[in-house]
């Protein structure tokens, strides 16, 4: 059974950066493909980055290409994203969410396993 834990969401004002993290555990990482969702209030669940574990390829989000990064640690069975120059239109709970395929996607449909969520809140 795939875990996964985020962590690393808080407030923070425009223009910041912040990198959050998700815990990775369960399975045969080699197969998997991991992403960050968001969900900003009143507002449906929309794809952010996606990254194959088995060797780093990366999609995202038209809307955030530039200022948002997904990487992964093998190692540490994590997964990373970089938010930079952060608005308060970034504002939102942020998900990790896995799917049991090396092929990205950025339908949520499509992945099986969630994680809690984390608040990120940009705001002055």
């Known amino acids: 059974q795939v875990q996964l834990v985020e962590s690393g969401g808080e407030l923070v004002q425009p223009g910041d950066s912040l990198r959050l993290s998700c815990t990775v555990s369960g399975g045969t990482f080699n197969t998997y493909t991991l992403a960050w969702f968001r969900q900003a209030p009143g507002k449906e669940r929309e794809f952010a980055a996606s990254?194959?574990?088995?060797?780093?390829?990366?999609y995202y989000a038209d809307s955030l290409k530039g200022r948002f990064t997904i990487s992964r640690d093998n190692a540490k069975n994590m997964v990373y994203l970089q938010m930079n120059s952060l608005k308060p239109e970034d504002t939102a709970v942020y998900y990790c969410?896995?799917?049991?395929?090396?092929?990205?996607?950025?339908?949520?449909?499509?992945?099986?396993?969630w994680g809690q969520g984390t608040q990120v809140t940009v705001s002055s």
């Open positions: 969410a896995c799917r049991r395929s090396s092929y990205l996607s950025a339908y949520r449909w499509q992945y099986a396993y």
């Open positions: 990254i194959t574990w088995i060797n780093g390829d990366t």
